[in-house]
């Protein structure tokens, strides 16, 4: 790869692969076009299982594990991340991403045919392994492609298939389930992984080969492949799963701990500090370039850990809203998840309309994070006793806000990072994303659930009937016999199970989940605030 001077432009292509552009424009947009698809698809896989885990679990007869399904697809896709820049500049971008669709295939037909959870939940971690170089790369490969300022609005375009498989990905896992079963709605996924891939095959430039020490087709790898930090990847993955664990116990019951946190603490602590170690003084190939993270790098992580917890930890929680507050079906629910989704590619499309003509991205950050925080505040405010359905509109506009944080944000970071270490910058920008989903949700869900169940616990021990009959479950609650864990219990792990009770019980139960509920939108606009200084303090980069 050809030295970078001050001159070089960092996101365009040259004169020679201008013109290399125009003349196979209608291929470079079926490439592009169809690593889209890709995208789609990846996120579309991971929003059918949050809608089939526990029907899955059941078939196993494992419901009490099934959240294994959502955690191995989360830890494989945060622990292949890092791999992913490294394997670009040992392999070149096309080889690695075109294998993503290879191991994908693999994932769905291995979800698809196993024979026991344990089988079901490693082939989880593969599809989450692959699907996160499917999306990932897509951004090395626009950069690589493109001139800058059409990065801009490409980005925005794989946005809209975000969300889009963001959107139906929960109710057509729901439809398939019901019509073919759950193993099809994985292997069915086959023929459009076999598409991409013809796509990534033959439609990317061989040019999207090169590494850092040559043709990747032609040189040795051999020895390369060793350079990759394995010691780094098998502690950032311990690291890692033990993070997910922790998160996992403060979001259980105070009365049923699972791993004492006196353990899991200082055992997950040790953990970062080896990884650390290992990282700093002992790779040669570091997985995350440590020294990249005391530049402009680490500040676009933070923001995009705060933005992905503070949004991720709202929208988890809106469905056990609507459902506890306003006895919302499932399927209104889901609705309104499609308008919490549908703002995101509307503002990303104005941002980058607006970037790709004003050469400008910074002052729109300042604006969206100042829009984040109103918007939080003003659910806060209007939702904190019960909302109306009407005010759901507020979802619009916040995601909107978030649309343009996420083009500023990427556009910005992409712009700072040096050209030789684009691949791995962004596959650590799209790790800290995948934090971002499990600490934001987790954390909220943690809060609520301590709040809710101490609201309960206090109602309960006070109230002066010592009996609570569920007709629906047929279910008698001697409150005197020490049985209001097991009615709290039956509340938490069933949004509706309320319904079925008195309508003093059912009353209460809303106002405690109502003040519970409350403090999310106050830690969103939390983190939306952390996320200021940094975008004022970051200098804006000038498209060249």
């Given at each position: 790869?050809?030295?970078?001077?001050?001159?070089?432009?960092?996101?365009?292509?040259?004169?020679?692969?201008?013109?290399?552009?125009?003349?196979?424009?209608?291929?470079?947009?079926?490439?592009?076009?169809?690593?889209?698809?890709?995208?789609?698809?990846?996120?579309?896989?991971?929003?059918?299982?949050?809608?089939?885990?526990?029907?899955i679990a059941s078939d196993f007869h494992r419901l009490s594990q099934g959240?294994?399904?959502?955690?191995?697809?989360?830890?494989?896709?945060?622990?292949?991340?890092?791999?992913?820049?490294?394997?670009?500049?040992?392999?070149?971008?096309?080889?690695?991403?075109?294998?993503?669709?290879?191991?994908?295939?693999?994932?769905?037909?291995?979800?698809?045919?196993?024979?026991?959870?344990?089988?079901?939940?490693?082939?989880?971690?593969?599809?989450?392994?692959?699907?996160?170089?499917?999306?990932?790369?897509?951004?090395?490969?626009?950069?690589?492609?493109?001139?800058?300022?059409?990065?801009?609005?490409?980005?925005?375009?794989?946005?809209?298939?975000?969300?889009?498989?963001?959107?139906?990905?929960?109710?057509?896992?729901?439809?398939?389930?019901?019509?073919?079963?759950?193993?099809?709605?994985?292997?069915?996924?086959?023929?459009?992984?076999?598409?991409?891939?013809?796509?990534?095959?033959?439609?990317?430039?061989?040019?999207?080969?090169?590494?850092?020490?040559?043709?990747?087709?032609?040189?040795?790898?051999?020895?390369?492949?060793?350079?990759?930090?394995?010691?780094?990847?098998?502690?950032?993955?311990?690291?890692?799963?033990?993070?997910?664990?922790?998160?996992?116990?403060?979001?259980?019951?105070?009365?049923?701990?699972?791993?004492?946190?006196?353990?899991?603490?200082?055992?997950?602590?040790?953990?970062?500090?080896?990884?650390?170690?290992?990282?700093?003084?002992?790779?040669?190939?570091?997985?995350?370039?440590?020294?990249?993270?005391?530049?402009?790098?680490?500040?676009?992580?933070?923001?995009?850990?705060?933005?992905?917890?503070?949004?991720?930890?709202?929208?988890?929680?809106?469905?056990?809203?609507?459902?506890?507050?306003?006895?919302?079906?499932?399927?209104?629910?889901?609705?309104?998840?499609?308008?919490?989704?549908?703002?995101?590619?509307?503002?990303?499309?104005?941002?980058?309309?607006?970037?790709?003509?004003?050469?400008?991205?910074?002052?729109?950050?300042?604006?969206?994070?100042?829009?984040?925080?109103?918007?939080?505040?003003?659910?806060?405010?209007?939702?904190?006793?019960?909302?109306?359905?009407?005010?759901?509109?507020?979802?619009?506009?916040?995601?909107?806000?978030?649309?343009?944080?996420?083009?500023?944000?990427?556009?910005?970071?992409?712009?700072?990072?040096?050209?030789?270490?684009?691949?791995?910058?962004?596959?650590?920008?799209?790790?800290?994303?995948?934090?971002?989903?499990?600490?934001?949700?987790?954390?909220?869900?943690?809060?609520?659930?301590?709040?809710?169940?101490?609201?309960?616990?206090?109602?309960?021990?006070?109230?002066?009937?010592?009996?609570?009959?569920?007709?629906?479950?047929?279910?008698?609650?001697?409150?005197?016999?020490?049985?209001?864990?097991?009615?709290?219990?039956?509340?938490?792990?069933?949004?509706?199970?309320?319904?079925?009770?008195?309508?003093?019980?059912?009353?209460?139960?809303?106002?405690?989940?109502?003040?519970?509920?409350?403090?999310?939108?106050?830690?969103?606009?939390?983190?939306?605030?952390?996320?200021?200084?940094?975008?004022?303090?970051?200098?804006?980069?000038?498209?060249?």
């Amino acid at each position: 790869m050809a030295a970078v001077s001050e001159e070089t432009p960092l996101l365009r292509a040259g004169h020679q692969d201008k013109k290399k552009l125009k003349a196979d424009s209608v291929c470079d947009k079926v490439a592009v076009y169809g690593s889209f698809l890709g995208i789609l698809l990846a996120v579309a896989d991971e929003s059918i299982v949050l809608s089939t885990w526990s029907v899955i679990a059941s078939d196993f007869h494992r419901l009490s594990q099934g959240w294994w399904l959502l955690a191995a697809y989360n830890l494989g896709w945060c622990v292949s991340l890092p791999v992913y820049g490294t394997l670009c500049n040992i392999y070149g971008r096309k080889n690695v991403f075109v294998s993503a669709y290879g191991l994908f295939a693999a994932g769905c037909l291995a979800c698809g045919t196993s024979t026991s959870m344990l089988q079901l939940v490693l082939a989880r971690v593969l599809t989450g392994v692959s699907a996160g170089g499917m999306v990932s790369l897509v951004s090395v490969i626009l950069t690589d492609m493109v001139p800058a300022d059409q990065v801009t609005l490409l980005r925005s375009y794989a946005n809209v298939f975000i969300i889009v498989g963001r959107s139906v990905g929960a109710p057509l896992g729901g439809y398939l389930i019901g019509a073919v079963g759950w193993r099809w709605s994985f292997i069915g996924q086959l023929p459009v992984v076999a598409i991409c891939l013809l796509i990534g095959l033959y439609g990317l430039p061989p040019s999207l080969n090169s590494t850092k020490t040559g043709d990747a087709d032609d040189g040795d790898t051999q020895h390369s492949i060793m350079d990759l930090d394995f010691a780094g990847l098998v502690s950032f993955s311990v690291t890692t799963f033990l993070l997910f664990c922790l998160i996992q116990e403060l979001s259980v019951t105070p009365n049923s701990p699972e791993i004492p946190l006196t353990i899991l603490v200082p055992v997950f602590c040790a953990a970062a500090i080896l990884f650390i170690v290992i990282e700093a003084y002992w790779a040669r190939t570091p997985l995350i370039q440590l020294r990249l993270m005391k530049t402009s790098l680490g500040g676009f992580c933070l923001n995009r850990i705060m933005m992905s917890s503070g949004r991720l930890g709202l929208i988890s929680n809106l469905a056990p809203y609507l459902i506890r507050v306003k006895g919302a079906t499932s399927l209104l629910a889901a609705l309104a998840f499609v308008l919490a989704a549908i703002g995101v590619p509307i503002g990303a499309l104005i941002a980058g309309k607006i970037i790709k003509k004003t050469k400008r991205y910074r002052t729109m950050a300042v604006i969206a994070v100042c829009g984040t925080v109103i918007t939080y505040l003003l659910i806060f405010i209007r939702w904190r006793t019960g909302s109306n359905l009407w005010e759901l509109v507020y979802l619009l506009p916040n995601g909107m806000a978030i649309g343009i944080l996420l083009t500023t944000q990427f556009i910005g970071m992409s712009l700072s990072a040096p050209n030789e270490d684009l691949p791995t910058c962004i596959a650590t920008y799209y790790l800290a994303q995948q934090l971002g989903n499990i600490i934001g949700p987790a954390v909220n869900v943690a809060v609520v659930q301590r709040i809710f169940v101490g609201q309960l616990e206090k109602f309960l021990n006070g109230w002066n009937e010592r009996k609570v009959y569920s007709p629906t479950y047929m279910t008698l609650y001697d409150l005197d016999a020490n049985r209001s864990d097991q009615l709290i219990g039956q509340i938490l792990n069933d949004d509706t199970f309320a319904q079925s009770l008195s309508p003093v019980v059912q009353k209460f139960v809303r106002w405690s989940y109502l003040n519970a509920f409350q403090l999310v939108p106050l830690i969103s606009a939390a983190c939306a605030l952390i996320m200021l200084p940094t975008v004022l303090w970051m200098k804006e980069e000038k498209f060249r």
